[in-house]
């Protein structure tokens, strides 16, 4: 059974820091690449940070420079570290590989003061 299971969010103040993890477990970690995506309230579900199966990355424009996506595959874990964060950075963050259908239940992260 493929599973996604996102942690680490929660509350930061602007200009703060967080690092997500996303446990992949029911496929061959390796082979895939993998995606971070978010859903602001009333938004539809971007897609923030990609990694290929051969670690290339890339960012959507508005978190180029604040968030570093990156992976373990001994350990079948995606990150996602958030730097410089800004209150429109507030969302459920969600790892995904884009090419299956399985979603995690995403973890929430609230940027306000």
């Known amino acids: 059974q493929v599973q996604f299971v996102e942690s680490g969010g929660g509350l930061v103040q602007p200009g703060g820091s967080l690092r997500l993890s996303c446990a992949a477990s029911?496929?061959?970690?390796?082979?895939?690449?993998m995606g971070w995506y978010r859903q602001a309230p009333g938004k539809q579900r971007e897609l923030v940070a990609a990694i290929t199966s051969g670690g290339s990355t890339n960012y959507e424009d508005s978190v180029k420079g604040r968030f570093t996506i990156s992976r373990d595959n001994a350990k079948k874990l995606v990150y996602l570290q958030m730097n410089s964060l800004k209150p429109e950075d507030t969302a459920v963050y969600y790892c995904?590989?884009?090419?299956?259908?399985?979603w995690g239940q995403g973890t929430q992260v609230t940027v306000s003061s």
């Open positions: 029911g496929i061959i970690f390796s082979r895939y690449g």
């Open positions: 995904k590989a884009p090419s299956l259908a399985y």
